[in-house]
């Protein structure tokens, strides 16, 4: 099993970026998909969910509005549209699939069974 995140660099706040995840190894629309992130210093952090057969994706309040989130199960992949960032949202982001969880558990990291390499992205001020 492959989880390989891609997209993240350096841009200016206000600007947008795109992040890509690929898998292999796994039915991949069968998985439900989200982002972590995981600033400098801090723990880990739950972005965005992406349930398998549902096109609404749930967010963390802090990036409402401005991420979308989107699957491609043709391709095996998922994006992360990144709009207005700020300098908070600097991180390393990570792709991960999972199976079998409940809603209400799908901000949880621990659910999780796959996880990709990790992107980094850097929003300057």
């Known amino acids: 099993v492959q989880l390989q995140a891609s997209g993240g660099g350096l841009v200016q706040a206000g600007d947008s970026l795109r992040l890509s995840c690929a898998a292999s190894?796994?039915?991949?629309?069968?998985?439900?998909m989200a982002w972590f992130r995981q600033a400098p210093g801090k723990e880990r952090e739950f972005v965005t969910a992406l349930r398998y057969g549902n096109s609404n994706a749930i967010y963390t309040d802090s990036v409402k509005g401005r991420f979308t989130f989107s699957r491609d199960n043709a391709k095996n992949t998922v994006y992360l549209q990144m709009n207005s960032l700020k300098p908070e949202d600097t991180a390393v982001y990570y792709c991960?699939?999972?199976?079998?969880?409940?809603?209400?558990?799908?901000?949880?990291?621990?659910?999780?069974?796959?996880w990709g390499q990790g992107t980094l992205v850097t929003v300057s001020s």
């Open positions: 991960a699939a999972q199976t079998g969880a409940i809603l209400s558990t799908i901000r949880n990291s621990g659910v999780y069974h796959y």
């Open positions: 190894g796994i039915p991949f629309s069968r998985y439900n």
